[in-house]
């Protein structure tokens, strides 16, 4: 599953573990209505991690995250009430922008059209100009 945490190591791909410590965890206050709980608990939850000086991978991994994700990935979660809720979701939600980013997209191979392709398009052609040829006025030679 992208986003576990096992023993002090954020899972992104099977390959790929950071760890939890090149993380950067911040508490805050989550806005909105709540009163006194929403306004004094540090529940919700920001990381923010940089894959620059991360251990966790190899320089082509590192070239692809910072080329798509930029210098600083961050994450964050205000969802729910509890604070370690808050923490795992945000560890989830990292995880899946890294692992995203670490996908390699496959080449594009051009394809040419079909036979029965080319012949329908040709098809269509030919009953549009024999539809427009008939709206004609008829011509005096007639």
Not at 39 to 58: C, G, I, K, Y
Not at 76 to 99: C, M, P, V, W
Not at 105 to 112: A, E, H, V
């Amino acid at each position: 599953m992208v986003g576990e945490v096992e023993r002090d190591v954020l899972r992104v791909t099977s390959g790929v573990r950071i760890p939890l410590d090149e993380i950067v965890v911040r508490y805050e206050t989550s806005g909105g209505a709540g009163g006194q709980h929403a306004n004094r608990s540090h529940t919700r939850v920001e990381l923010a991690f940089e894959p620059a000086a991360s251990t966790a991978f190899s320089a082509t991994q590192r070239e692809r995250v910072i080329a798509r994700l930029g210098p600083l990935v961050t994450a964050g979660a205000a969802d729910t009430r509890s604070q370690t809720r808050n923490r795992e979701l945000a560890l989830e939600r990292l995880a899946a922008k890294l692992a995203e980013a670490l996908r390699v997209q496959p080449k594009r191979r051009p394809t040419r059209p079909t036979k029965g392709s080319k012949v329908r398009r040709l098809d269509s052609k030919r009953r549009t100009g024999e539809r427009k040829q008939l709206r004609r006025r008829p011509s005096t030679d007639d």
